[in-house]
């Protein structure tokens, strides 16, 4: 991937075809099932224009980018902080460690270590995350200063006060989880706004469940510890969930029983706190597919086309006359040559070193 001389990425990987138009050939994971198709896929004005079968000399392998579902980019400013603590001590509000941090980090500060998070997001993959930003209107404002220019969208639900969730920037408002307070009025809010509204539920325990359902939330966020009430509940309301594998076992809350939750609900996947994990889409799907029982074509989509679901963005799967939004993978390195199933090779193997292009 080629980056301009600010450091930010650009987008290249392809052959110039007629004017607005590109091809790329590979094996090309097309449609939910993410069939893979050996051809040609054809790019006019950012859409995908046809898929082509046909047998071609390139390796490289084309599938939908990702969306990552859960984020606290904040946190950019305190990688690896916290050693030893538990979940309160780490992120509760408001005086968990990373509130503390984030206080007392210059807006500056914080603008540049969350745009160099977006920036290592795009070079792995990901052209849109679903961010619970805290700081009220100043955090807002701040993810929208680091975001300009950089081709990833950041579907923003600001937290702490409704002039958050109000902000042009904001998509809608994220909540921290029905024991924190009473989030009528946000969730009211974000109603007659018609914005998203998610909330933290079932982390710690499934005491939180409960109330956090009968918000009547656009996304439930970790479910770790569902019981068969809410399960049945979810089936019903078929709220989306989204998992977070690698933040539940750093803080030491368990994992969220994947099948239970895939086979009642839509299912997306994120990477939740920078401060615990890098925000890394390869790094989360090899994770659960080698943690849980869930296919390697589950995780696929829980990374790309469900994270889009739950963005509220057409994107995340290869259709015709869909939104051109690619991960080009370069099936001949060292890592990636020699794959017999993409699909797996994407979600338990490939990784920062096998990119080749990130469309757009």
Known sequence: MSRDR??????????????????YEGTILVGRDFEAVEGRLVVEDGTIAAIEEAAVA?????????????????????????????????VAPPDGLKHRILRNTSTEEKVSAMRRSLRYMHATGTIAHVEFREGGVTGVEAIEAAV?????????????????????????FGASGARDADFD???????????????????????????????????????????????SRLADAQWPVVVCPRSNLVTGVGVAPLRDLLDRTTVALG??????????????????????????????????????????????VIEEGRPARLLVLDGDTDN????????????????EGDVKAVVP
């Open 271 to 316: 990477t939740d706190n920078v401060m615990l994990n890098s925000p890394s889409m390869f790094r989360e799907m090899e994770f659960a597919a080698k943690l849980t029982d869930a296919s390697a074509v589950e995780v696929l989509r829980m990374a790309t086309v469900n994270g889009a679901a739950v963005a509220g963005l057409d994107c995340g």
């Open 185 to 231: 009025a946000e969730r009211n809010a974000t109603r007659r706004a018609g914005k998203l509204f998610g909330i933290h539920a079932g982390e710690r325990d499934s005491l939180d469940v409960d109330a956090a359902m009968d918000l009547d939330p656009d996304h439930l966020v970790h479910m770790v510890h569902p019981e068969e009430t809410h399960l």
């Open 58 to 90: 390139s390796d490289d392998i084309l599938c939908p980018a990702f969306v990552n579902a859960h984020t606290h980019i904040g946190d950019s400013v305190a990688k690896e902080a916290g050693r030893g603590l538990d979940l309160d001590e780490l």
């Open 148 to 172: 300009d220019g950089l081709p990833i969208e950041s579907a923003v639900l600001g937290r702490e006060t409704v002039d958050a969730m109000e902000h042009p920037f904001a998509a809608g």
């Open 336 to 351: 990636l040559a020699g794959v017999r199933d993409p699909v797996r090779a994407v979600v338990r193997r490939a990784g």
């Open 6 to 23: 600010d450091g930010d990425p650009t987008t290249d990987g392809g052959t110039p075809d007629a004017p607005g138009a590109t091809t």
